[in-house]
């Protein structure tokens, strides 16, 4: 369906018809549109533009991704549909694999989505592997990953996650750069760093972010990974409740 220019959600309805592409191709699954719908719900809150909170995050989320000795970009089906060019350029940015990890688990869908981002310029895609993190029984499969990737990975970059994995991940050790649309989500306020924004805007803004900081000395990076995230989402909490009273007058 061609949408004309001129409507006033051209961009979120362009975005939907990446995501249906993403379906009929096989990358994407049926419960992924009904996650990118809960996500739209709240990116009308934000005016459907990166907040200021979400710059701050960016720059929090680059200093700690190129502190990171193993950083992994964790990849599932929305987000390779999404934005597989800026996923491709962070994980060059910073010589980090992409891991392919799913949490509705799936062979033939895990290589689909490997052969779609190679195909937009990624190096390196793990696929799940014989690797576990410890975590809740709930987890099942999809605690799966890879022993040379999330496994040992000490900053994982998790675009559109779910809480309980979050959850096991930092168990683990780990420092979870998230993004996500609701502030309230668990995997927003569990992680290290949450850059509230739509992934369509958040991948190239911290792929942009990235590029700025790189080459910065130790101490300068250290003083931007300093990071309140509780606040900076209570922020952005703020943020769309005035957007939704005002927009109620
Ligand atoms: O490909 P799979 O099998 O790994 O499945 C992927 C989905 C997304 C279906 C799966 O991880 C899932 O069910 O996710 P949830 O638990 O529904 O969480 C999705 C979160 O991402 C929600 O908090 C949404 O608000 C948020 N979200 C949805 N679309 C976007 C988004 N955040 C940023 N950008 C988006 N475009």
């Known amino acids: 369906m061609r949408i004309p220019k001129g409507h006033p959600r051209y961009h979120s309805l362009q975005v939907r018809h990446r995501l249906l592409q993403g379906l009929r191709d096989g990358l994407v699954t049926e419960a ?3 996650a990118q719908g809960r996500g739209e719900a709240f990116d009308y ?44 350029r962070i994980s060059r940015l910073l ?45 099942g499969p999809r605690a799966r990953v890879h022993p040379r990737g999330i496994a040992v990975a000490d900053v994982v970059l998790v675009p559109l996650e779910d809480g309980d994995r979050t959850g096991a991940l930092i168990r683990a050790g780990k420092k979870v750069v998230a993004v ?22 958040a991948a190239p803004l911290l792929a942009e972010t990235l590029r700025g900081m790189k080459g910065w000395p130790e101490e300068r990076l250290e003083r931007a990974a300093r990071f309140d995230n509780r606040g900076n989402l209570d ?12 927009i109620r007058r």
């Open 45 to 88: 809150l934000l005016g459907e533009r990166s907040p200021s909170e979400a710059r701050r995050a960016a720059r929090a989320a680059a200093a700690l991704l190129l502190q990171a000795r193993r950083p992994v970009i964790s990849v599932n089906g929305n987000s390779a549909a999404l934005a597989p060019r800026d996923l491709a």
């Open 32 to 34: 992924g549109l009904i």
């Open 235 to 246: 922020r952005v909490v703020e943020r769309m409740v005035r957007r939704w009273t005002g």
């Open 95 to 139: 010589g980090a694999p992409l891991e392919v990890n799913l949490f509705y688990t799936s062979a033939t869908r895990e290589r689909r989505i490997a052969a779609h981002l190679r195909a937009h310029g990624a190096p390196t895609v793990l696929l799940g592997g014989g690797a576990r993190v410890p975590g809740p029984a709930a987890l």
């Open 180 to 201: 996500d649309l609701n502030p309230l989500s668990r995997t927003a306020r569990t992680a290290t760093v949450t850059i509230v924004d739509n992934l369509v805007r």
